[in-house]
């Protein structure tokens, strides 16, 4: 089991600059979710999709994000025009829906710089 | 200005000792939680679950206790090991579904730092 899997790792970008976070969720797995962790605020749900549909995106900070899951096995979270106040780990994480006890995965985050 | 960041309540522990981590939620309405760990570098790691009919449940070294009266969870850890150093999160999905599509909106608290010495 490859986990969930986030590209890239790290981003550092420039104020202004468009970013798109990458996301792999488990395979079987019909369920994804967004979060972004910050010292202030811990960790707070951004949006999530079921089999591919978004369901609930009133985490979404602004307008300027935006998240897509084109098929079954990725997703794409986008920042445009990204700003320094949007510094923080993304993280995507992704369970299998219907089942009761079937706990979120996360993977290991993208850690977005913005200066 | 200065920043002010969340503040983490912290745990201090020998090795070998037991671990008790507290965590108050909000919504008497949740049925379903979890303990997350969340090491440096990572993403939260699911530990033990349970659902709001349990009062406790069990798992390898851990304990997870539910009091609804006081809306209160608690993790143990037993025999805790230098290891187990580390972020601890409690969860709560506020959906009345924990199998559907409302599940996954979990509310996480803001952590506890968990640090074991050898």
């Known amino acids: 089991d490859a986990g969930v899997i986030q590209s890239p790792r790290h981003e550092v970008t420039e104020m202004g600059q468009e970013v798109t976070l990458r996301c792999k969720p488990i395979s079987g797995h019909n369920s994804l979710f967004w979060y972004r962790q910050t010292m202030m605020r811990g960790l707070e749900l951004l949006i999530y999709?079921?089999?591919?549909?978004?369901?609930?995106d009133s985490g979404m900070p602004e307008d300027r994000f935006s998240a897509k899951m084109p098929n079954a096995s990725f997703s794409t979270l986008k920042i445009q025009p990204s700003e320094p106040r949007d510094s923080a780990v993304y993280f995507c994480?992704?369970?299998?829906?219907?089942?009761?006890?079937?706990?979120?995965?996360f993977g290991n985050g993208t850690r977005l710089t913005v200066t | 200005g200065e920043s002010v960041g969340l503040h983490l309540p912290t745990l201090s522990v020998q090795e070998g000792d037991n671990s008790i981590i507290n965590c108050a939620y909000s919504?008497?309405?949740?049925?379903?939680f979890i303990w997350y760990k969340q090491e440096s570098g990572k993403g939260p790691q699911f530990i033990i679950d349970?659902?709001?009919?349990?009062d406790k449940r069990q798992g390898q070294r851990v304990t997870v206790l539910l009091n609804k009266t006081v809306k209160h969870l608690s993790l143990q850890i037993a025999a805790t090991q230098p290891g187990d150093s580390a972020v601890y999160f409690c969860?709560?999905?506020?959906?009345?579904?924990?199998?559907?599509?409302?599940?996954?909106?979990?509310?996480f608290g803001q952590g506890t730092i968990l640090t074991v010495h050898p």
């Open positions: 349970i659902r709001s009919n349990m």
């Open positions: 969860a709560e999905n506020r959906g009345s579904n924990a199998g559907g599509t409302s599940y996954g909106k979990l509310t």
């Open positions: 999709f079921n089999n591919n549909v978004p369901i609930d």
């Open positions: 994480a992704s369970r299998r829906s219907g089942q009761i006890n079937s706990p979120l995965h």
């Open positions: 919504n008497s309405a949740s049925d379903y």
